[in-house]
């Protein structure tokens, strides 16, 4: 993804006139405009305005301004550089609405090397939104090797270039997620996730260390489940941000700690996934852990005055002799024991670790974990709103709002103190999977058991299974990896 600004009106008609095609936008209010006069009126309104001629015979369109609708216009001139309009309909114009039209816009350029200039929004908070959606909506991954993959470049015109610098950075990151959890898991193992937060680190400059081996023997969820898995074995990643005019006086800033599950495949373990189908989407499972990378890099960059550390639990669950068996007791970072019951339930026993030391070394004044957790966060709200847990209201609160404004949606959920009795074991501390014909609420359950490792911290919960991965090839989203959580995360960071 390419993007460049045209800085003024005056130069945009300019600009526009470089690109193969303008993007400019139709809101139902100026349906209303228009209807009186039919669609003549407007096709001569943009001809005046770029001094194009378009394909006379198109006149008959009849656009609804309903928003994502495109229509395709052919200029005629044939001197012209500019070969087509997009004429995108805006909706009622408000965030939602713009963020279907930039990724309708996106989608008709994807995998082409066309130059888009786009005119369709002027707001800062629908400029940030346009440009976003617009860059995910072209966003493309393959291995293909029979032809070259070729990218859009769009230019977006706005009266201050400034304003959007900070978008791209968010835009480029969620892609860099989205790569990240498209890559097959022959490639992605937690060793090689391991060295691209390492190489990350370096490009953007944030600090990056990796325990392995016998570094791990605390963490004793993280080596049950990525044990199965023993060549390269698991891998504890943390990232550390700290402004860099703020080395000094660290103790003094807002302290972020976000955990991320980092399953780089989840086959269940010895209880197994069936139907055996449901696992090929499973290396997606680190998408939690990538939303923090690409988090973080973000922050790197705009370097907001708080300071962040992020804990990325990277493991294999792998079917093998090293497996663990339903029915072992493992010790968590922090002493706490558990008695593993379903070794597909294999998430909560990595983070459970991550939380535990990040109470336990980090003192956060905010910790956050962010996984895809569970199938039921999906049967409950779907694939568009992720699962948030929390007992903290005001929190819940603005992460609502700025899921809603960023696009990343979260809904807030109960903790359900009447199951907590799910997690009660005749033989170790807790039990890690609760009885599901007893209690249901499988994504409120492994929630319950993740807060017994927060300790008395501002805990949220995020259960992405249903956000992290699309089935289908939409919107905003491709058929996989969408990238969720870094607009979230991001957007919240820096307003603290
Ligand atoms: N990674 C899965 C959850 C998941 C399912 C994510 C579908 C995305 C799509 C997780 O490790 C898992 O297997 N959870 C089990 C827990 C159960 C065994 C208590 C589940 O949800 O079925
Ligand atoms: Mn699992
Ligand atoms: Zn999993």
Not at 359 to 366: A, H, Q, R, S
Not at 398 to 419: F, Q, R, T
Request: overall charge negative; charged content about 25%; proline content about 3%.
């Amino acid at each position: 993804m390419k993007v460049a600004f045209a800085q003024s009106a005056a130069i945009s008609v300019d600009a526009a006139l470089r690109s193969q095609a303008i993007a400019i936008a139709f809101s139902k209010n100026e349906k209303e405009d228009f209807e009186l006069e039919g669609p003549a009126r407007l096709v001569s309104a943009i001809e005046e305005h770029f001094e194009l001629n378009l394909l006379d015979e198109l006149t008959f369109f009849s656009p609804t301004g309903k928003a994502g609708e495109l229509f395709e216009i052919p200029v005629s001139d044939t001197d012209s550089l500019t070969e087509r309009i997009f004429l995108v309909g805006l909706g009622d114009k408000g965030l939602n609405s713009i963020r279907l039209a930039a990724s309708a816009i996106g989608r008709k350029v994807r995998g082409k090397s066309t130059k888009v200039f786009c005119a369709c929004v002027n707001e800062v908070t629908e400029l940030k939104a346009f440009t976003i959606s617009l860059s995910l909506g072209s966003y493309l991954w393959n291995q293909k090797t029979d032809k070259e993959t070729l990218f859009p470049e769009f230019f977006i015109a706005t009266e201050d270039q400034s304003q959007l610098d900070d978008v791209v950075v968010i835009a480029k990151a969620i892609c860099t997620a989205r790569d990240l959890v498209h890559t097959p898991a022959n490639i992605k193992n937690p060793a090689w996730l391991s060295e691209q937060a390492l190489s990350m680190g370096k490009e953007f400059g944030f600090n990056v260390k990796v325990l392995a081996g016998k570094e791990l023997a605390l963490f004793g969820g993280l080596r049950a489940v990525g044990n199965s898995s023993p060549k390269p074995g698991p891998r504890f990643v943390e990232l550390s941000y700290v402004p860099r005019s703020a080395k000094k006086a660290v103790g003094a800033l807002t302290h972020v700690v976000l955990v991320g599950k980092g399953i780089t495949f989840d086959t269940g373990g010895v209880s197994l996934k069936r139907p055996y189908d449901t696992m090929t989407a499973m290396k997606s499972d680190m998408a939690g852990a990538a939303a923090l990378l690409a988090t973080v890099s973000v922050l790197a960059q705009l370097q907001p005055r708080v300071r962040v550390t992020a804990l990325m639990m990277c493991a294999e669950n792998a079917l093998s002799g090293t497996s663990q068996r339903p029915s072992d007791v493992i010790t968590h970072f922090g002493g706490t024991t558990v008695e593993v019951i379903n070794t597909d339930a294999e998430g909560r026993l990595v983070l459970a670790d991550g939380l535990a030391y990040a109470d336990k070394n980090l003192d956060p004044d905010y910790l956050v974990d962010i996984a895809t957790l569970t199938g039921a966060a999906t049967l409950g709200l779907g694939r568009q709103y992720a699962a948030m847990y929390t007992r903290d209201q005001l929190l819940a609160k603005s992460l609502g709002k700025i899921g809603a404004e960023s696009g990343d949606k979260v809904w807030h959920m109960p903790l359900i103190d009447e199951y907590q009795d799910s997690l009660r074991s005749d033989i170790a501390d807790y039990n890690h999977t609760a009885d599901k014909e007893k209690y249901s609420a499988g994504s409120v359950t492994a929630a319950l058991f993740l807060e017994k490792f927060a300790g008395s911290r501002r805990w949220v919960h995020l259960d992405i299974a249903g956000t992290a991965r699309s089935e289908v090839d939409a919107g905003e989203n491709p058929k996989g990896g969408t990238g969720f959580g870094v607009r979230l995360l991001t957007d919240w960071i820096m307003s603290l």
